[in-house]
């Protein structure tokens, strides 16, 4: 699995995260310009981004780039997704994940379990 970590804040910690349930992915810190045209280009499977709010600066450049049928934000302010939430919008095919910075430790763990289920074909 390949994953691009965009977003504004917290960079580092978030691929920590990930690389910590995923020590076989490939993780790469960018941009959000260039994580997003990565993402288009199909050189990356999933985008993950972090945020105050969960959707402005963690999703913008991927919900002009890549479009909304392939963005959710999955914590914000005062509200995290649900696991059920969250693994309706990998089956939707959402590939780009935004959620606030204050959240990181508890949805990127049950975000890559998630994307886990799906790339081993049990969800």
């Known amino acids: 699995m390949k994953i691009v970590i965009g977003g504004q804040i ?4 978030i691929a920590a995260l990930v690389k910590a349930g995923l020590p076989d992915a490939v993780v790469d810190i960018k941009n959000d310009l260039d994580a997003t045209m990565a993402m288009k280009k199909g050189s990356y499977d999933y985008y993950l981004g972090a945020c105050n ?4 600066g963690a999703l913008a450049m991927a919900l002009a780039l890549l479009g909304k049928a392939k963005c959710a ?3 914000m302010p005062g509200r995290i997704s649900s696991e059920k939430e969250i693994e309706d919008e990998v089956r939707s095919g959402k590939t780009a994940f935004g959620f606030t910075a204050q959240h990181k430790d508890q949805v990127v763990p049950l975000l890559i379990e998630i994307l886990r289920k799906k790339e081993g074909g049990t969800l």
Do not use: P, V
Request: no cysteine; aromatic share 0%.
């Open 73 to 75: 934000t999955i914590s």
């Open 10 to 13: 917290d960079k580092q910690e």
């Open 53 to 56: 709010t969960g959707g402005g």
